[in-house]
């Protein structure tokens, strides 16, 4: 079962601040967060696992509660550069082998002056 | 950098085609997947592989096959294209340790007409 995002999609003025939420019915082992700009290829961001510190690099910084399998993708001071889709992809069990995804549907972020 | 390359970016192919993408990455990862994404469904699991000639369904296996005969290639079959298979396909890869996040070909836009 894919991990509920949320919002859906997020209108920013330059400098702003948004929050991106992804929540899983399974208990977790890790999240990873993807942006995907319009037609190019997702680019891993970050990821965060189980029992790990909370993560972050420049202004994009992101949680995750165990307890209640979310994950949350902070934004800080947004830039243009911040527009695009960005994909919370879960791993409900560390296997030993693949860490296999199961990717949210997404949340459009449009960053504009 | 990893590099994944996917043979097309876009394709045009008739119905009851047998269509063959094809994926190649140039950093000896162990693990391949293919995607597709559909608006508004987010990325999902067609079928993943973890060693050559080793390969596990994903989500939405049905009308595709895999084949891996050498690591660093990965080939998605669709034995009998139909409409409901246009889609945007991605390619991916990463390594087994549980830290370093996958990296996405550009994808290759099918359309089955």
């Known amino acids: 079962q894919q991990p509920v995002q949320s919002p859906q999609a997020v209108i920013l003025r330059e400098g702003e601040d948004a929050v991106i939420n992804c929540s899983s019915s399974k208990a977790l082992y890790s999240v990873h967060w993807y942006r995907q700009k319009h037609g190019e290829a997702p680019v891993f961001l970050m990821i965060l696992l189980k029992g790990g510190e909370q993560k972050g690099h420049e202004k994009i910084s992101a949680s995750f509660n165990e307890k209640k399998q979310q994950s949350s993708l902070y934004l800080t001071a947004s830039q243009l550069s911040y527009s695009g889709t960005y994909f919370c992809?879960?791993?409900?069990?560390?296997?030993?082998?693949?860490?296999?995804?199961?990717f949210g549907t997404g949340t459009r972020l449009q960053v504009t002056l | 950098d990893v590099k994944v390359t996917q043979s097309s970016r876009y394709l045009v192919k008739r119905t009851g085609e047998k269509v063959f993408l094809e994926c190649v990455q140039d950093m000896d990862h162990e693990n391949m997947f293919w995607y597709r994404q559909d608006p508004g469904l987010g990325l999902r699991l067609i079928y993943f592989s973890y060693d050559v000639k080793m390969k596990e369904k994903g989500d939405i296996p049905e009308g595709y096959s895999v084949s891996r005969e050498k690591k660093e290639r990965f080939s998605l079959i669709l034995e009998s294209a139909s409409t409901n298979q246009t889609s945007m396909y991605l390619c991916?890869?990463?390594?087994?340790?549980?830290?370093?996040?996958?990296?996405f070909g550009s994808g290759t836009r099918l359309t089955v007409v």
């Open positions: 991916a890869s990463s390594i087994t340790w549980t830290g370093i996040g996958y990296t």
């Open positions: 992809g879960t791993e409900p069990e560390f296997t030993g082998t693949a860490s296999k995804l199961t």
